[in-house]
C-alpha cells in the first residue's frame, strides 16, 4: 500500500489540466507571488482612483501649500497647494492605462510582425531590416525624438512607446516562430494540407505565447518607467497633468523645502517596476520550460 500512493499522486499530476499546473507552479514562485501583491496593490489603487480621492487633483490652494504628510493631507501638498495624494493616485491611474495600452499594441502588432517574419521567408528580410533600424536607437532616445515630432501628450506617448518597443516584441514573436515552424507536428499540418492562417493560430502562435507573455510583463515596467521619464523631460502628458513623471518633475526645484513631492511618486514608481519585474521573473522560471528542466 504504501507504494501504491506515490503512484497514484503521480498519475493524479500527469493528468491534471496544463494551465491549472502551470498556475499551481506560479503561485507556489515566491518571485511571482511577491510581484503580483506589489502590483497588485498600486492597480488596486489606480483602479480605485475616484473613490479614494475626494479632492480635484488640478485644484490650487496657495496657503494650502508645501503642507507636509499628515491624517488631513495623507501626502501633503504640493508647490500649488494641491493634494498629493490626490495628484499620486490619479497618476498611478494614467500609468496603468499607458502601460496597459503599449503591452496592447505590442501584443497585437508585435505578434503579427513577429508571425509574418518567422512564417514567411519572403517577408524575413525586408521586416527584419526595418526592426534592426528602430533597435538600432536607444530606446529612451527614440520616444523623445517621436515625442517631439508629434507634440507631448497622452496619446503621443503611447504611440512613441509602441514604435519604440514592437520590434523588440516582433523580434521575440519571429524566433519563436521559427523554431516552432520546423517542427514535425507543423510539418504534418503541412502535408495535410492546412491553410498558413490555420497553422499559425492552431499549431505556431499558442506554442509562441510563453515567451511573448513574458516579454509583454517587463514591457508593462519599461512603459511605465518609460513615461515617467518622458513626463519628467517635458515631452510626456502636459502638465498640469497628474503623472508621476510630471509630479516629480514639480518638486525637483523644492527639494529641501518639500522633499515628499518628488520622494512619494518616486517609490510609487519603484513599487510598480519592482513589481513588473519580480512578476516578469516568475513568469520565466515558470513558463520557459529550459529553466524547469534545470530546477
Known amino acids: 500500500m504504501s507504494e501504491a500512493a506515490p503512484d497514484a499522486e503521480a498519475i493524479a499530476h500527469k493528468r491534471e489540466h496544463p494551465v491549472r499546473a502551470t498556475l499551481r507552479r506560479l503561485f507556489h514562485h515566491r518571485l511571482f507571488v511577491t510581484?503580483?501583491?506589489?502590483?497588485?496593490?498600486?492597480?488596486?489603487?489606480?483602479?480605485?482612483?475616484?473613490?479614494?480621492?475626494?479632492?480635484?487633483?488640478?485644484?490650487?490652494?496657495?496657503?494650502?501649500?508645501?503642507?507636509?504628510?499628515?491624517?488631513?493631507w495623507l501626502f501633503g501638498t504640493d508647490n500649488f497647494g494641491r493634494s498629493l495624494w490626490s495628484r499620486v493616485v490619479w497618476g498611478a491611474q494614467l500609468s496603468m492605462i499607458i502601460g496597459a495600452?503599449?503591452?496592447?499594441?505590442?501584443?497585437?502588432?508585435?505578434?503579427?510582425?513577429?508571425?509574418?517574419?518567422?512564417?514567411?521567408?519572403?517577408?524575413?528580410?525586408?521586416?527584419?531590416?526595418?526592426?534592426?533600424?528602430?533597435?538600432?536607437?536607444?530606446?529612451?532616445?527614440?520616444a523623445i525624438a517621436v515625442t517631439s515630432v508629434l507634440g507631448p501628450s497622452t496619446l503621443n506617448v503611447i504611440l512613441?512607446?509602441?514604435?519604440?518597443?514592437?520590434?523588440?516584441?516582433?523580434?521575440?514573436?519571429?524566433?519563436?516562430?521559427?523554431?516552432?515552424?520546423?517542427?514535425?507536428?507543423?510539418?504534418a499540418a503541412v502535408a495535410a494540407g492546412a491553410g498558413h492562417w490555420r497553422i499559425l493560430?492552431?499549431?505556431?502562435?499558442?506554442?509562441?505565447?510563453?515567451?511573448?507573455?513574458?516579454?509583454?510583463?517587463?514591457?508593462?515596467?519599461?512603459?511605465?518607467?518609460?513615461?515617467?521619464?518622458?513626463?519628467?523631460?517635458?515631452?510626456g502628458a502636459v502638465p498640469p497633468t497628474p503623472t508621476w513623471g510630471n509630479i516629480m518633475a514639480e518638486g525637483r526645484d523644492f527639494m529641501r523645502e518639500a522633499p515628499w513631492i518628488i520622494t512619494i511618486p518616486g517609490v510609487m514608481l519603484m513599487i510598480t517596476v519592482m513589481g513588473l519585474n519580480l512578476l516578469g521573473d516568475g513568469l520565466r522560471d515558470v513558463l520557459d520550460p529550459r529553466l524547469r528542466i534545470q530546477q
Open 35 to 72: 510581484g503580483l501583491v506589489l502590483f497588485g496593490i498600486i492597480a488596486i489603487i489606480a483602479a480605485a482612483a475616484p473613490w479614494i480621492t475626494d479632492v480635484d487633483p488640478q485644484r490650487l490652494s496657495m496657503r494650502n501649500k508645501f503642507l507636509s504628510p499628515s491624517e488631513t
Open 101 to 142: 495600452s503599449v503591452v496592447a499594441l505590442n501584443a497585437v502588432f508585435g505578434t503579427l510582425i513577429g508571425a509574418a517574419a518567422g512564417y514567411f521567408r519572403k517577408l524575413d528580410n525586408a521586416l527584419m531590416r526595418v526592426n534592426d533600424a528602430l533597435m538600432a536607437f536607444p530606446a529612451i532616445l527614440l
Open 160 to 187: 512613441a512607446l509602441s514604435i519604440v518597443y514592437i520590434p523588440r516584441t516582433a523580434r521575440i514573436v519571429r524566433s519563436s516562430v521559427i523554431v516552432l515552424r520546423e517542427m514535425e507536428y507543423v510539418q
Open 201 to 235: 493560430r492552431h499549431h505556431i502562435l499558442p506554442n509562441a505565447m510563453a515567451p511573448m507573455i513574458v516579454q509583454l510583463s517587463f514591457l508593462f515596467a519599461y512603459a511605465v518607467l518609460s513615461e515617467a521619464t518622458l513626463s519628467f523631460l517635458g515631452v
